[in-house]
């Protein structure tokens, strides 16, 4: 689900929201500070703006003041000079960004090396430039949850996207993250559009080398188009689409992995929310500061490990990430809850795969109901007001977000956020436009993951489909409604 999002007033997310939505979608800010780091003992708050973040962490660890700086201006640097280069390269002909991605000559340039180097470099690279302490660099690592890596293996440039996304704070729709979905279907209609619901496709239809339509899994009915768009992500559409998935663009990306997946628990509260402590912050728990040897503990628990009650306290999860949807969302606040996520591996879950969600094995179930067990036990120990007040617990694995959200290894976030997705020569082929006529992919595998790198990559494959900038149509509209929030506001300062 979604949890926040960095969409404060008048920025580019927030006013491109409002103008798909036709205004009509609500927000509310998540309380100061946004996130909440508790690390092996140690508390760090996260505020915005940034420059909060930065005097904390001085605060906090005076003898890094330097590295501090240096990371942040990395964070801004790769930010700035990254995303530019990585989109130009969708937008210009692929045969220039073939040339592009391919000379060495042409990486010296400016903004080319910046983007280069971030994007090679991942997040312990980073970390390691600017601090030798552990926990400063576990602190710094904390939002690697966001994206679904770990330090060692996910691109710098992705890091620096989420922390600098959530710079201005976090924010929650009111209503929910379905609301999001629900407004933007509504604008579609009143333009003419159609939202098919339990309509699964289970073949682009090609025919003469072109997209002409969809098979539906339903019924094996063809629904016929000029244009076929996929949202359904890079790899889905391979198997929807056997011409796409043969092309010659395939070397380029076929060695890119899904991301990390995870376990899931919705925790439904009796009680009064201010009583139980709930608040609008976003909770990061990490037992030990060093991530990946706790996600490596864990990846390598036995069965028997994880559901022998005996030993269940001789072991931790790697890292929690709680909030309560609540406490934040006005339209919830009558019904408290909590959601509870592990972001982890699915390689344990694979050998239960075959069998439909309601007809699961005995023993999968019971690995189910202990992880679920360890999360809220876990929970109770950093919130106790909570104990005795659960009314209900629904647990979700990584096997749940393959078989509900078609998510290949329960890959939430799309493609791995590791080095090589990033590459020029990898995002050259992650384009709007495909090699087969008439197919164009959108959505977070082709930008990055999260709410931002989709609404993006939607603005860029509707450009392509259009051939019109569409950036430039709702910049334009943006700035529109930006001054006539400005008038009305000096109107009404004049009135009092």
């Known amino acids: 689900g979604l949890h926040y999002v960095g969409a404060p007033p008048h920025s580019r997310l927030r006013r491109f929201l409002d103008v798909l939505t036709g205004g009509r979608l609500g927000w509310t800010q998540l ?14 708050t996260v505020e915005a703006p940034l420059g909060a973040q930065v005097a904390a962490l001085k605060q906090a660890f005076p003898d890094d003041a330097d590295g501090i700086d240096r990371y942040f201006a990395m964070v801004h640097q790769a930010q700035r000079t990254g995303w530019p280069v990585l989109i130009a390269l969708k937008l210009i002909p692929l045969w220039l960004a073939r040339l592009v991605a391919a000379s060495s000559a042409l990486h010296h ?15 312990q690279d980073a970390l390691d430039a600017v601090t030798a302490d552990p926990v400063l660099q576990a602190r710094l690592a904390y939002p690697q949850g966001c994206y ?8 710098f440039l992705m890091h620096a996207t989420i ?44 025919e003469d080398g072109r997209a002409v339509g969809v098979r539906m899994a339903l019924d094996g009915r063809i629904i016929r188009c000029s244009v076929v768009v996929s949202a359904a992500g890079l790899r889905n559409t391979e198997l929807m689409c056997p011409t796409f998935a043969q092309h010659a663009e395939a070397p380029a990306l076929k060695n890119l992995r899904d991301s990390n997946s995870g376990a899931l628990l919705y925790v439904g509260l009796e009680g009064d929310a201010a009583a139980l402590g709930l608040d609008a912050h976003n909770y990061w728990i990490y037992p030990r500061h060093d991530y990946e040897a706790a996600a490596t503990a864990f990846e390598a628990l036995s069965w028997e490990d994880i559901t022998d009650p005996e030993v269940h306290g001789d072991w931790d999860l790697p890292v929690l990430f709680v909030c309560s949807m609540s406490a934040r969302d ?9 959601v509870v996520f592990c972001p ?3 390689d344990r879950w694979h050998c239960y795969e075959g069998s439909a969600p309601a007809r699961r094995s005995k023993e999968y179930t019971e690995l189910k109901e202990a992880l679920a067990d360890k999360m809220w036990t876990t929970v109770l120990k950093y919130f106790p007001k909570l104990q005795g007040h659960a009314s209900s617990l629904g647990a ?22 590791a080095p090589a997705r990033f590459a020029l020569s990898a995002q050259a082929a992650l384009r709007p436009k495909t090699p087969v006529s008439g197919l164009y992919l959108t959505g977070q595998d082709v930008l990055s993951c999260g709410v931002g790198g989709a609404l993006e990559s939607g603005v860029l494959t509707a450009s392509a489909v259009l051939h019109r900038n569409l950036t430039a149509d709702l910049l334009d509209v943006a700035q529109t409604m930006n001054k006539r929030d400005r008038t009305a506001a000096k109107a009404a300062k004049k009135a009092v």
Do not use: W
């Open 396 to 417: 979700g694995t990584p096997l749940s977000c393959e078989a509900f959200l078609h998510a290949p290894r329960g890959g939430i976030y799309g493609l791995d956020a």
């Open 109 to 123: 340039l400016p903004y080319i090396s910046k983007a280069v180097k971030y994007s090679a470099m991942t997040v």
């Open 344 to 346: 982890m591996a699915f």
């Open 148 to 155: 679904g890596g770990s330090p060692s293996r996910s691109s």
């Open 31 to 44: 309380d100061e500070p946004y996130d909440v780091v508790l690390l092996n003992g140690r508390r760090f």
């Open 163 to 206: 922390v600098h996304h959530y710079g201005r704070g976090g924010y929650y729709p009111v209503g929910g993250g379905a609301e999001i979905v629900y407004q933007l279907a509504k604008e579609l209609m009143t333009h003419g559009g159609q939202v098919l619901t339990g309509a699964e496709v289970e073949e682009v239809v090609v």
């Open 330 to 338: 006005p339209a919830q606040k009558e019904r408290p809850s909590l």
